[in-house]
């Protein structure tokens, strides 16, 4: 038997690389249909410089041909801002950080994904021992936990700067129907609202005292957190500025329609939650039959650990369960 083995282990080798090859290609293929990094970079560029009907109905005349030069201005500009990031080493990790909120460089993140990677060989090595299953646990100690906490931590701080956001604005409101500058009202946020709210609103204030624009200001605020609400409020205090008009009424109809995106939100998620239980079902059902076989059968489940081929399947089959861990949230996710 171990003779037959040694004989198929070339094959078997062979076998292995066109697997993680075509699954390679597989999720490279994934990633270029559903990530669409372009169509992201251009919808940002419009919303952020506001092309969108709704404000430009708002301006007659002269107005409206000073506006769209302007807004030709900031999109060239907001462009090559873009690209000069993009050429910079990187830029994207640095990026990624600061939209989580994690005060390190992005040495140190490449350091704890180094650590990552090489904490996952360890004790893969140490549990089964097969040279195949720790250059398959490499990868994802290296690149796909490290990726998948910084995800978990961006999208955790969006949702708690979303969930306080349409707060602030309704003090802004408030405080503008008083008699209140905005910057006065932006002071009242930064000192009222909890992280990351708060903090965020203090950076702007910062930057309006060390002489920026409000419209700069407001420009690095929606480049630290890349919402449609820090858009939205961004377009309606940058439009307000060149065309005036009622800011607190503006504002207002904003926190409206920011609190009806929530429950919208949360309505999606209450419909998609039986989609989401039945893949948690079927991404655990490997792992329940493996462990019933294991009390019944444990003669047969040992052979997945104690022969090459064995343990061939064990690394295929934990890359097919991720790829299609990931096919199926990409399904279950709906953009609001």
Not at 57 to 66: L, N, S, T, W
């Amino acid at each position: 038997m171990s003779s037959q083995l040694s004989g198929m282990m070339p094959q078997i080798i062979m076998l292995a690389l066109a697997a993680g090859v075509a699954m390679t290609l597989v999720v490279v293929a994934l990633v270029a249909v559903l990530g669409a990094p372009r169509a992201r970079m251009k919808k940002r560029i419009a919303a952020v410089v506001g092309t969108g009907p709704q404000i430009s109905a708002d301006i007659k005349g002269g107005r409206d041909h000073q506006m769209a030069g302007r807004k030709k201005q900031v999109a060239a500009k907001l462009k090559e801002a873009e690209e000069a990031s993009q050429r910079r080493r990187g830029a994207r990790l640095r990026q990624a950080l600061v939209h989580a909120g994690l005060q390190i460089t992005p040495r140190r993140f490449m350091l704890f994904a180094a650590g990552s990677g090489l904490f996952f060989v360890a004790m893969t090595w140490l549990s089964t021992g097969n040279l195949l299953l720790c250059l398959v646990a490499l990868p994802i100690g290296l690149l796909g936990v490290p990726k998948m906490v910084l995800k978990f931590l961006i999208k955790r701080r969006r949702q708690k700067f979303t969930a306080y956001f349409a707060d602030a604005i309704d003090v802004i409101v408030r405080g503008v129907r008083s008699g209140l500058t905005v910057g006065e009202c932006l002071n009242i946020v930064s000192r009222e609202l909890p992280p990351p709210v708060g903090p965020e609103f203090t950076l702007v204030n910062e930057g309006v005292k060390l002489g920026m624009t409000m419209a700069e200001v407001l420009q690095r605020m929606s480049d630290r957190l890349p919402t449609a609400e820090v858009r939205f409020f961004t377009i309606v205090l940058i439009t307000q500025q060149s065309t005036g008009g009622n800011l607190a009424e503006t504002l207002s109809k904003l926190s409206d329609v920011l609190r009806q995106r929530k429950r919208m939100r949360d309505k999606v998620t209450a419909m998609s939650s039986e989609a989401k239980a039945s893949a948690a079902i079927i991404g655990s059902l490997p792992f329940i039959l493996s462990g019933a076989l294991a009390v019944l059968q444990p003669e047969i489940i040992s052979l997945l650990f104690t022969t090459d081929i064995g343990n061939l399947w064990i690394g295929i089959g934990i890359v097919m369960m991720l790829i299609g861990s990931l096919v199926m949230r990409q399904m279950i996710q709906f953009d609001i």
